[in-house]
């Protein structure tokens, strides 16, 4: 019984580390919330603008600007179908 019971819980660790559980915020609906300059901000040091992030520095994609424009349109269609922030401030 022992053993079966190891097996057990080693299974239950590893669903768990093969992303069951989330770690950042749900961006389903961050389209238009920030603008562009705060993304800029938030990739290169994100506990400038939110004090105890766990999210990483990811200074290369505000860096290139290609990938940071491309992702920060992405970013700003999530959760647009819904009109949200009906005075469409978003980039202001």
Known sequence: MGLELTWIALAASLLMAFGTK????????VGGKYDTQWHRT???NPRELVPGSIMPPFPWIANNEEEFQALVAYLQRLGRAKNWRPDNDYEK
């Open 22 to 29: 989330r770690t950042g915020p749900d961006l389903s609906h």
């Open 42 to 44: 938030h990739f290169r």
